[in-house]
T-cell receptor, first 113, second 110 residues
Framework: DTEVTQTPKHLVMGMTNKKSLKCEQH?????MYWYKQKAKKPPELMFV???????INESVPSRFSPECPNSSLLNLHLHALQPEDSALYLC????????????FGPGTRLTVT | GIQVEQSPPDLILQEGANSTLRCNFS?????LQWFHQNPWGQLINLFY???GTKQNGRLSATTVATERYSSLYISSSQTTDSGVYFC????????????FGKGTKLTVNP
């Protein structure tokens, strides 16, 4: 099974709200990733967790706060977002950080109003 | 950082036609993946192919690492093949970062 699940599928939030995106995998993978994809653009890496530790933060604004509570779960906490943060947020995982194949979840489509 | 270029940017085919998508990269890689993104946004893994040739049904891929390119070949295209095809690489000696090309948008008409 190569499934990565993400909830919710869609999220609409105001600029003053706090919400969280959730990602889960049960493949025993030890690396997990958050990507952001704007319309008609390729995905761009935001964060990498390797063995539950944050290993890469691609200079993401602090209104995005990642969390990896255990090896199967990855959260992205959202606070005080801007309309330009509206995008598809994709989670991925791989057996180990590199150079292993990454598997993506279906994404959360976020709209900030 | 490593650069990834995909061509063509757009491709329109009639059902049943064959096509070749190209991915050029600027440095040595230890991971290269091809994805198909469907209209709902799901990225579907097609191939993990840092070198060599693989085939899966009507799709095949070849990566020539020494010449820094990869090709994805789609035969007997179907309307369900429509979508965006991405090539993504991890640089050898680099970080865990998967760098994506800009994609090829494929439209297959019935």
């Amino acid at each position: 099974d190569t499934e990565v699940t993400q909830t919710p599928k869609h999220l609409v939030m105001g600029m003053t709200n706090k919400k969280s995106l959730k990602c889960e995998q049960h493949m025993g993978h030890r690396a997990m990733y958050w990507y952001k994809q704007k319309a008609k653009k390729p995905p761009e890496l935001m964060f990498v967790y390797s063995y539950e530790k944050l290993s890469i933060n691609e200079s993401v604004p602090s209104r995005f706060s990642p969390e990896c509570p255990n090896s199967s779960l990855l959260n992205l906490h959202l606070h005080a977002l801007q309309p330009e943060d509206s995008a598809l947020y994709l989670c991925a995982s791989s057996l180990q950080p590199r150079p292993y194949e990454q598997y993506f979840g279906p994404g959360t489509r976020l709209t900030v109003t | 950082g490593i650069q990834v270029e995909q061509s063509p940017p757009d491709l329109i085919l009639q059902e049943g036609a064959n096509s070749t998508l190209r991915c050029n990269f600027s440095d040595s890689v230890n991971n290269l993946q091809w994805f198909h993104q469907n209209p709902w946004g799901q990225l579907i893994n097609l191939f993990y192919i840092p070198s060599g040739t693989k085939q899966n049904g009507r799709l095949s891929a070849t990566t020539v690492a020494t010449e820094r390119y990869s090709s994805l070949y789609i035969s007997s295209s179907q309307t369900t093949d429509s979508g965006v095809y991405f090539c993504a690489v991890q640089a050898q000696g680099g970080s865990e970062k998967l760098v994506f090309g800009k994609g090829t948008k494929l439209t297959v008409n019935p």
